[in-house]
Nanobody, 125 residues
Framework: QVQLVESGGGLVQAGGSLTLSCAAS????????MGWFRQPPGKEREFVAA????????DYADSVKGRFTISRDNAKNMGWLQMNSLKPEDTAVYYC??????????????????WGQGTQVTVSS
């Protein structure tokens, strides 16, 4: 059974930093692209960042470019989202996700098969 478990969310002041972690189990992590999505209050889920299953190719939403960094360690079955210079508009539930095996990299939610339960990030002004 595939499980993705996020951690690291919390309350932070604007301008601060947080690092989200995603622990994967039940899959050969190096076979799956990984991504982070978020759902702000009252809004639809949106893409944040993605990383390829190998070679570390990344893609970011324009709203987080230059502030967020996605990374992964296949040997540890772990992924991370480093978030700097946080803004109140970054407030959301953040989800990590993994694609089916074989997908190189993906930015659309429909391309992802496995999802974590989410972790709340709240940025105060």
């Amino acid at each position: 059974q595939v499980q993705l478990v996020e951690s690291g969310g919390g309350l932070v002041q604007a301008g601060g930093s947080l690092t989200l972690s995603c622990a994967a189990s039940g899959l050969t992590f190096s076979n799956n692209a990984m991504g982070w999505f978020r759902q702000p209050p009252g809004k639809e889920r949106e893409f944040v960042a993605a990383i390829s299953r190998r070679f570390g190719i990344t893609d970011y939403a324009d709203s987080v470019k230059g502030r967020f960094t996605i990374s992964r360690d296949n040997a540890k079955n772990m992924g991370w989202l480093q978030m700097n210079s946080l803004k109140p508009e970054d407030t959301a539930v953040y989800y990590c996700a993994a694609t089916p095996p074989g997908t190189s990299i993906a930015t659309l939610g429909v391309e992802y098969e496995y999802w974590g339960q989410g972790t709340q990030v709240t940025v105060s002004s």
